[in-house]
């Protein structure tokens, strides 16, 4: 018996290393971010919507109100982590003739810009523009191609997301159809790798890495991956017609390195849509969040720190 006894604790073991690596199951972890702070944008007196933070930290990029009318880019310089100086319209991006939308400022570390714009739609299918960023000015524009692009009237790139290095992009196709749906009807997140200057095109596993946050339940768009590839933040709602109770959510999907699919999603903060909050941006060194957020039916920027 006592030999029986002493033989069972290596039985035991024996038995847990033969289990398969495939039963092991991943370990992840979620960033937390502290309490809410409002940003001030001095000498800013209309809704800022839509931000981005320059790699650098210098520069926040943001949109006016997001009408589709009268939608144009604008800037701002830094001051502190809670205060930017408003600079004006961002040269180069905007158009002229109503209506107009020229939104979504993203940017790599290279100074290679992007952003969404109606410019000739539905003439021209794609919506997705890029330039080169300098002092404020964007020069050398273009469409960007690549089969990301569905060319099909109705959907448009709505949002999209660069990585730090410029090679991949983030990219959210929406269906439009103002007959039958308030807002998209139906979205898609992909991914997209950099050919050259001018073209993007979808990588072979696109799909299964993100096949924990496609979720045909939801809405989803404004994706933006952190600088190191492995957090990928976006904004949420459940499909359906919205109503003063549909709820709007920051979520976050993390994985353990750059070839792995996502994680199932956490949901970091959320809102009713009277206290609209949407499109989050993280900064190079991953400890800030920046969205926005509706308060008193006015846009505003806020920020969190990372714990």
């Excluded at 409002?38 to 931000?51: C, K, Q, Y």
């Excluded at 520069?59 to 830094?78: C, E, R, S, V």
């Excluded at 810009?113 to 003439?123: A, Q």
Aim: aromatic share 14%.
């Amino acid at each position: 018996m006592k030999k029986l006894l002493l033989q069972l604790p290596l039985f035991f073991l024996l038995a847990s290393c033969s289990s398969s690596n495939e039963d092991i199951e991943e370990v992840y972890t979620y960033p937390t971010f502290g309490s809410e702070i409002e940003v001030t944008i001095n000498g800013l007196s209309f809704d800022a919507m839509e931000p981005f933070i320059s790699s650098d930290g210098n520069y926040l990029f943001f949109n006016n109100k997001n009408d589709g009318i009268n939608t144009k880019l604008f800037y701002a310089i830094k001051v502190n982590d809670t205060t930017f100086t408003f600079v004006g319209e961002l040269t180069g991006t905007n158009q002229t003739t109503q209506p107009y939308l020229d939104a979504v400022a993203d940017m790599d570390s290279s100074g290679n810009f992007y952003w969404t714009s109606t410019r000739n739609y539905p003439n021209q299918l794609n919506n997705l523009f890029y330039g080169t960023f300098n002092s404020g000015v964007v020069s050398n524009i273009g469409r960007l191609q690549g089969d990301f692009n569905l060319n099909t009237p109705g959907w448009l790139v709505m949002d999209h997301g660069i990585s730090f290095d410029g090679q991949f992009l983030y990219f959210n196709n929406a269906k439009f159809d103002d007959t039958n749906c308030q807002g998209p009807c139906e979205t898609t997140i992909g991914i997209a790798k950099k050919m050259n200057a001018t073209t993007f095109d979808i990588i072979p596993n696109s799909d299964s890495i993100l096949q924990n946050i496609n979720d045909s339940s939801f809405i989803y768009y404004a994706p933006c991956i952190s600088s190191d590839n492995l957090e990928l933040y976006y904004t949420r709602y459940l499909k359906g017609a919205i109503t003063t109770n549909t709820i709007f959510e920051i979520c976050v999907a993390v994985r353990n390195d750059e070839s792995s699919e996502f994680s199932i999603p956490k949901v970091l903060f959320s809102e009713a849509i009277s206290n609209l909050i949407e499109a989050p941006t993280l900064t190079t060194g991953m400890n800030i969040l920046y969205y926005h957020k509706k308060i008193l039916n006015t846009h505003k920027i806020y920020m969190r720190y990372r714990n």
